[in-house]
């Protein structure tokens, strides 16, 4: 059983980020998009942050994760869960209107070049919108 | 990866595999509610900036610095954290509700750990460092501290320094206020907010007990 000291400290000095600023703990764009989807739905009313917590405690409580590695992964799918969860409760989604776009994203059917966004600024591409 | 799921009536269901690939769960939501004109991708962008540039322990750091130069500040601080910082630096926001400042002496140490989750106070120390949200951290900070302390992060507290685990609950997000260190006095507000990490405001680092040449 490896040392847990070992590994926060392994992790601590994993940390590729400044201390100051810009500090963003995403290691792949969906988590940041994820992120960023959840706080402007927060900022555009559409929910209560407490209510988000609640189920992201809720997620996180339900999972079996302690086996996990790749801790922002975990957390991200998390917050995920815990969004799809809460818009689906304020009736925001409805039926399977997620699920379905999901596999279309997943089969290829639709990219992310249907949309432009700030959070894959990271890579930016030219994108083509002559579809 | 698509179990067919009956489409629900009352919005109570959460039709999503588990499984499904987070790349495409992420783009799916976000697209959707582009798409329904629910929100706009200014809207987002305009989060991801201010939580690149704006959010981050540098705010912290102000208001710690203001506390160590402004000892009405600190007794405004220590009494109603939110609001003194919400008033005094305008930092609010998602997880900043209900910040309590915990403050470091000589005789205690605090150190802030989420046992629930990842509870981190956004406004002041921006998104929460990826070992804060591991695991290993949430069990073991708090089962032996000063152990956790000294062989993870290298802070040794002396033996006769109280270590206080405060784990943050859904309601409320704590930040360390860390004692100034050694050799500061007469230190300009912005030359003492530098000094300030972000560790130090977590509680796994003690600045009191250092030089500020040390820094």
Same mark, same amino acid.
């Given at each position: 059983?490896?040392?847990?000291?070992?590994?926060?400290?392994? +992790?601590?000095?994993?940390?590729?980020?400044?201390?100051?600023?810009?500090?963003?703990?995403? $290691?792949?764009?969906?988590?940041?998009?994820?992120?960023?989807?959840?706080?402007?739905?927060?900022?555009?009313?559409?929910?209560?942050? $407490?209510?988000?917590?609640?189920? +992201?405690?809720?997620?996180?409580?339900?999972?079996?994760?302690?086996?996990?590695?790749?801790?922002?992964?975990?957390?991200?799918?998390?917050? +995920?869960?815990?969004?799809?969860?809460? +818009?689906?409760?304020?009736?925001?989604?409805?039926? $399977?209107?997620?699920?379905?776009?999901?596999?279309?994203?997943?089969?290829?059917?639709?990219?992310?070049?249907?949309?432009?966004?700030?959070?894959?600024?990271?890579?930016?591409?030219?994108? $083509?919108?002559?579809? | 990866?698509?179990?067919?799921?009956?489409?629900?009536?009352?919005?109570?269901?959460?039709?999503?595999?588990? =499984?499904?690939?987070?790349?495409?769960?992420?783009?799916?939501?976000?697209?959707? *509610?582009?798409?329904?004109? !629910? !929100?706009?991708?200014?809207?987002?962008?305009?989060?991801?900036?201010?939580?690149?540039?704006?959010?981050?322990?540098?705010?912290?750091?102000?208001?710690? &610095?203001?506390?160590?130069?402004?000892?009405?500040?600190?007794?405004?601080?220590?009494? =109603?954290?939110?609001? &003194?910082? &919400?008033?005094?630096?305008?930092?609010?926001?998602?997880?900043?509700?209900?910040?309590?400042? !915990?403050?470091?002496?000589?005789?205690?140490?605090?150190?802030?750990?989420?046992?629930?989750?990842?509870?981190?106070?956004?406004?002041? *120390?921006? *998104?929460?460092?990826?070992?804060?949200?591991?695991?290993?951290?949430?069990?073991?900070?708090?089962?032996?501290?000063?152990?956790?302390?000294?062989?993870?992060?290298?802070?040794?507290? %002396?033996?006769?320094?109280?270590?206080?685990?405060?784990?943050?609950?859904?309601?409320?997000?704590? @930040?360390?206020?860390?004692?100034?260190?050694?050799?500061? =006095?007469?230190?300009?507000?912005? %030359?003492?907010?530098?000094?300030?990490?972000? %560790?130090? @405001?977590?509680?796994?680092?003690?600045?009191?007990?250092?030089?500020?040449?040390?820094?």
């Amino acid at each position: 059983m490896t040392d847990l000291d070992e590994i926060i400290a392994d +992790l601590r000095g994993r940390e590729e980020f400044p201390e100051r600023g810009g500090d963003l703990s995403f $290691n792949a764009p969906w988590q940041a998009r994820a992120f960023a989807t959840v706080v402007t739905l927060y900022r555009q009313g559409f929910f209560e942050w $407490n209510e988000f917590q609640a189920r +992201l405690i809720e997620t996180i409580e339900s999972a079996d994760t302690t086996d996990d590695k790749d801790i922002e992964d975990v957390y991200y799918r998390h917050w +995920l869960e815990a969004a799809e969860q809460l +818009l689906y409760d304020k009736g925001v989604l409805r039926g $399977n209107v997620l699920d379905r776009r999901i596999g279309e994203f997943e089969s290829g059917e639709r990219d992310a070049s249907e949309f432009v966004v700030g959070v894959d600024h990271a890579h930016t591409h030219t994108h $083509n919108h002559d579809h | 990866m698509s179990q067919d799921q009956p489409p629900d009536e009352n919005g109570n269901e959460h039709p999503v595999p588990r =499984d499904a690939d987070p790349q495409a769960r992420a783009r799916a939501l976000q697209s959707y *509610l582009i798409e329904e004109e !629910l !929100l706009t991708t200014d809207q987002i962008d305009e989060v991801m900036s201010l939580y690149e540039d704006e959010i981050g322990p540098q705010n912290g750091a102000e208001v710690v &610095a203001r506390e160590w130069v402004d000892a009405e500040y600190r007794e405004w601080l220590l009494e =109603d954290g939110s609001a &003194a910082i &919400a008033e005094a630096f305008g930092y609010t926001g998602p997880e900043g509700t209900d910040i309590v400042v !915990l403050e470091n002496t000589d005789d205690v140490h605090n150190v802030v750990v989420c046992t629930l989750c990842s509870c981190y106070p956004w406004p002041v *120390l921006g *998104l929460p460092p990826t070992w804060y949200k591991s695991p290993p951290y949430r069990s073991k900070i708090v089962k032996s501290p000063r152990q956790t302390l000294r062989k993870a992060f290298g802070v040794d507290i %002396d033996a006769d320094v109280e270590i206080r685990v405060r784990d943050t609950s859904a309601e409320v997000r704590y @930040m360390v206020l860390p004692l100034r260190p050694v050799g500061t =006095d007469g230190m300009s507000e912005s %030359d003492l907010a530098a000094l300030v990490t972000r %560790d130090s @405001m977590i509680g796994v680092e003690r600045l009191g007990t250092k030089h500020v040449e040390e820094l």
